[in-house]
């Protein structure tokens, strides 16, 4: 066991094997359409998973915690942990995004919901905040997290500025992921 968790590809193939196996042992699945367009919903909750709990990773706890980490510690986070985080931070948004789009195309909704028509008016409220959360993410917070974090070197004036720049996008988009994980979950329930 302890190989598999000491290396993070060989826990996610675990993870996946184990999938695997569920869905044999659950037996009776038609692998067609209805199947291709559940695994698509589920590659979209996982790139969501990913997406979100980064954005309140950064804004629950690294954030916070920077004014109490030792300035001779902070190159660890600004040159190790950030810009892997932001790696997957970014990326996960955008299979967020696509996922999304394919799941409304496979089930039939994507302009309607873009549109707000009932009764997809929950879910296109969430798409279009989505999609507003994902625009801050590739061009607001990343090219300013490029220059805070010296990748993109800068003044030290400019680098304060991205900075912030880059905090109040990231603390918009904690903002809007609460109405936008509710539109999400409420369409089901055409609660909204």
């Known amino acids: 066991m302890d190989a598999i968790f000491q290396s993070l590809g060989r826990t996610l193939a675990v993870g996946v094997l184990v999938l695997v196996l569920i869905v044999i042992l659950a037996g009776n699945i038609q692998f067609g359409y209805a199947w291709a367009a559940f ?8 790139s969501g998973v990913m997406w979100i709990g980064l954005l309140w990773y950064f804004n629950f706890v690294q954030i916070p ?10 190159p660890a986070i600004s040159k190790h942990i950030a ?6 931070f970014r990326w996960a948004a955008l299979a967020t995004v696509v996922t999304g789009v ?18 997809f008016t929950a879910i ?17 917070i990343w090219p300013n997290q490029k220059k805070a974090l010296g990748i ?3 003044a030290p004036q400019e680098k304060a ?3 912030r720049l880059a905090m109040l996008a990231s603390r918009t988009n904690t903002m809007l992921s609460i109405p936008m994980l509710y539109c999400m979950v409420a369409q089901q329930n055409s609660g909204l």
């Open 39 to 46: 695994l698509v919903r589920w590659m979209h909750v996982v």
């Open 65 to 74: 915690s920077m004014p109490r980490i030792a300035d001779e510690l902070k």
């Open 83 to 88: 810009p892997t985080a932001l790696f997957w």
């Open 102 to 119: 394919v799941v409304a195309m496979l089930n039939g909704y994507l302009a309607l919901a873009l549109q707000l028509q009932k009764p």
């Open 124 to 140: 296109g409220i969430g798409m279009w905040i989505a999609l507003l959360m994902a625009f801050n993410v590739w061009f607001i």
């Open 152 to 154: 993109n070197p800068v």
């Open 161 to 163: 500025t991205a900075a």
